[in-house]
């Protein structure tokens, strides 16, 4: 018979798997209900030894969110070829797999907490937006936005992200369809800026040129299509009684 002996881990190695511990415990839970006792027994460490590579409570919140908050840029990380309404919806299905398998800890990524400096927080997250912003633009093609492209895409990525937060209260509306419904939002978006400006439409058109018959831009064409063949035809209005009468 032979007893198994427990392999000691490196202090690299040890930080990661505790950050791993971490983060899975605030896929079901907010970071600021997650205490270091429950951290290390998740582990099959003493909470000491936690302090041994983590010098506080907040370094290891940090640390542990610091990791969620690159994931979720990374999933913005899309190959760029084929249509861009494709691409986009790949983009949206890899973003709520995120806040799908981590709600809790998404929600206290976006709005901080006790647990995690404000400070701390708000950088992590706008270096998550700004990597989405820079994807979206390496997508477009475009190396120097004007200013309304630069307004659709900030916008779009605001709007993804508070989106997912009012999804994940309570899941009210089909996943696949909101994934759907932000790559809508997106063309709906550049489509209303192009019908203003002649550089937006320049930016515009060529895309949905590329689009495919089932592609997600052609599907938005096509329901709006027939939203406005179903709005009935406005009545001629009375002509104004004169003046005195």
Do not use: C
């Not at 907490?113 to 927080?121: H, I, L, N, Q, R």
């Not at 590329?210 to 209005?237: I, K, M, Q, W, Y």
Request: proline share 8%.
């Amino acid at each position: 018979m032979t007893t198994g002996v427990r392999r000691r881990m490196g202090v690299e190695e040890r930080r990661q798997q505790l950050i791993g511990v971490a983060l899975e415990l605030f896929s079901h839970r907010s970071p600021d209900h997650v205490s270091i006792d429950e951290i290390a027994a998740a582990a099959g460490i003493s909470r000491p030894l936690v302090y041994h590579y983590f010098p506080g409570k907040q370094s290891l919140y940090e640390a542990a969110l610091r990791r969620a908050a690159d994931e979720l840029a990374d999933r913005f990380t899309e190959p760029r070829e084929g249509p861009l309404g494709a691409r986009l919806l790949r983009v949206m299905t890899r973003f709520f797999d995120f806040v799908d398998q981590h709600g809790p800890g998404f929600f206290a990524l976006m709005r901080g907490g006790p647990a995690v400096g404000s400070s701390t927080a708000n950088a992590m997250i706008d270096e998550v937006r700004q990597a989405a912003y820079e994807q979206i633009l390496a997508h477009l093609a475009v190396e120097s936005p004007p200013p309304r492209l630069e307004l659709v895409v900030r916008s779009w990525v605001s709007l993804a992200e508070s989106t997912a937060l009012l999804w994940l209260d309570g899941r009210r509306v089909p996943r696949g369809e909101l994934e759907l419904q932000l790559v809508h939002d997106f063309a709906a978006l550049a489509a209303v800026s192009a019908a203003y400006d002649d550089e937006m439409a320049g930016i515009l058109l060529p895309i949905l040129a590329d689009e495919p018959p089932g592609g997600p831009f052609t599907d938005l064409v096509t329901r709006l299509g027939a939203l406005a063949a179903a709005v009935p035809s406005p009545r001629s209005a009375p002509l104004p009684a004169p003046r005195g009468a």
